[in-house]
């Protein structure tokens, strides 16, 4: 393919050298996905959308190697980001022979639940982050929360909840019974932990294993949040093997009744879902609050 006039010249500016070769690629739900050879033999992995909210890719960047500065699970070095409205992108490193974790055998998955369990251990500052991000291209207010159960209800649940009901794919009365869940969720979010350091949109599609078997982990909306949240997210749309959850339970045990959080912290990637797509979204978020509020959590 050929890479667009205002993109092309972006990208030479920003790389110091020029496009060569470029091919549409997977990986760009939201964004244009490519892959683009450069003529002094560098291969990188480009994503662009003209209509990118800004300073979107920027944040993408800033999570990437924040995630990066635990030293615990691999993530793609970024190459280069461009701001400029009529071209906007993000350069990352090329990743070879990149494949589903569930298609990589029982030992990759161990190894990223392993590396998984060491980025959470590593920790963060605050429930929150010093910075706002985005998830799939909705906006996220990380402004840090004194406990992840505030920080839940008043920077995740609420927000996407209004959003949803703005859009029309919501009923109002959603919002009511979030309120009425929010007294009991400093009981309900579990024993309290340090916050973790998190990926914060690890559904299947963003980690996969490399050619020499090393976890990568892409496309984060990072977070200090309840590692738990994370978990949850990694059994909804596809999952993960059942190996990467018992490797990484074995270097870093679970709280107690971890079971019966799974659904309540799959409530807020779900309502990202609703204010994307609605439908079948919207019910699977209402069953969520009724299973809590009627005390069936387990």
Request: glycine content about 12%; hydrophobic content about 45%; proline content about 8%.
């Amino acid at each position: 393919m050929t890479l667009p006039g205002d993109l092309a010249i972006a990208l030479a500016a920003a790389l110091g050298a020029e496009p060569a070769a470029s091919s549409l690629v997977g990986g760009g739900s939201i964004t244009q996905a490519m892959r683009v050879s450069l003529d002094d033999g560098r291969v990188v992995f480009v994503k662009h959308h003209p209509g990118a909210p800004a300073g979107a890719f920027a944040a993408e960047a800033s999570g990437l190697r924040w995630l990066a500065e635990a030293d615990a699970v691999r993530t793609p070095g970024v190459a280069a980001v461009g701001d400029a409205p009529a071209a906007p992108f993000l350069a990352l490193e090329w990743i070879d022979g990149a494949v589903p974790v569930s298609s990589a055998g029982p030992g990759p998955a161990e190894d990223l639940g392993r590396a998984l369990a060491a980025l959470h251990r590593f920790g963060a500052p605050s429930f929150g982050l010093h910075e706002d991000n985005l998830i799939g291209g909705l906006p996220q207010d990380n402004t840090p929360a004194p406990s992840w159960a505030e920080f839940y209800a008043d920077r995740r649940l609420e927000p996407l909840a209004r959003l949803a009901v703005s859009r029309g794919r919501l009923a109002t009365g959603f919002l009511t019974r979030l309120e009425r869940l929010r007294p009991r969720l400093w009981d309900l979010c579990g024993p309290p932990e340090p916050p973790a350091r998190l990926h914060g949109d690890l559904w299947n599609g963003n980690a996969m294993i490399d050619a020499h078997g090393t976890p990568v982990v892409v496309d984060p909306a990072v977070h200090g949040g309840h590692r738990e949240f994370d978990l949850a997210m990694m059994r909804l749309f596809g999952g993960f093997p059942e190996a990467t959850f018992a490797a990484y339970s074995e270097v870093h045990p679970l709280g107690e009744g971890h079971e019966t959080r799974v659904a309540l912290f799959q409530l807020a990637p779900l309502l990202v879902h609703v204010c994307l797509f609605g439908g079948g979204y919207a019910r699977s978020a209402e069953r969520i609050i009724a299973r809590y509020l009627t005390g069936a959590a387990g």
